[in-house]
């Protein structure tokens, strides 16, 4: 008997294996079938579309052109209005970049006001001799620092 007989023999017995009742796996509650639900991502307008829809707004191109103006410089090619779609495109970054600024300034207020008062706690902490300037314990003072907590070493006898 070859090598992947005797594996398809074994195969043949695992299935065929009748040490456990048919049922054996049915002990859990079926489930109720699964909805299909179909994930709709609204990520809104891409960049190449706002950029398309400024250059029509503000310089007056057709939609076309505009198009065209930012694949090509999207693929690296220069057209005569490439530096007119760089520079809409660095006026997008900066308006978006100074809208982030706008959202984060309170959470960043709000950080630095709580470490201010970790700051404050810990500056407390030092002056009451409790922790050192790296924020770790002051050792105890009321023995030498050589001597056990736990006094003498017990000596077999």
């Known amino acids: 008997m ?3 007989d005797h594996i398809l023999n074994q195969i043949d017995a695992c299935l065929g294996d ?3 009742s048919d049922d054996a796996m049915r002990c859990a509650p079926d489930l109720p ?3 299909k639900r179909y994930v709709q991502m609204t990520l809104g307008v891409g960049p190449r579309e706002i ?3 400024r250059l029509v707004e503000q310089h007056g191109l057709t939609r076309l052109t505009a198009r065209h103006a930012v694949l090509a410089v999207e693929r690296g090619g220069d057209s005569e209005r490439a530096n007119l779609v760089r520079a809409e495109a660095q006026a997008v970054a900066a308006e978006m970049g ?3 600024r706008i959202a984060f300034q309170p959470m960043a207020q709000a950080a630095i006001a709580a470490l201010k ?3 404050e706690s810990l500056k407390q902490l030092q002056q009451a001799g409790i922790c050192d300037d790296h924020g770790k314990p002051v050792p105890r003072r009321d023995r030498p620092a050589w001597q056990s907590p736990y006094g003498p070493v017990r000596r077999r006898q």
Do not use: F, K
């Open 2 to 4: 070859s090598t992947a």
């Open 18 to 20: 009748h040490e456990i």
């Open 33 to 35: 079938p699964l909805e």
């Open 51 to 53: 950029l398309i829809r």
């Open 98 to 100: 100074q809208r982030i």
């Open 117 to 119: 008062q970790i700051s």
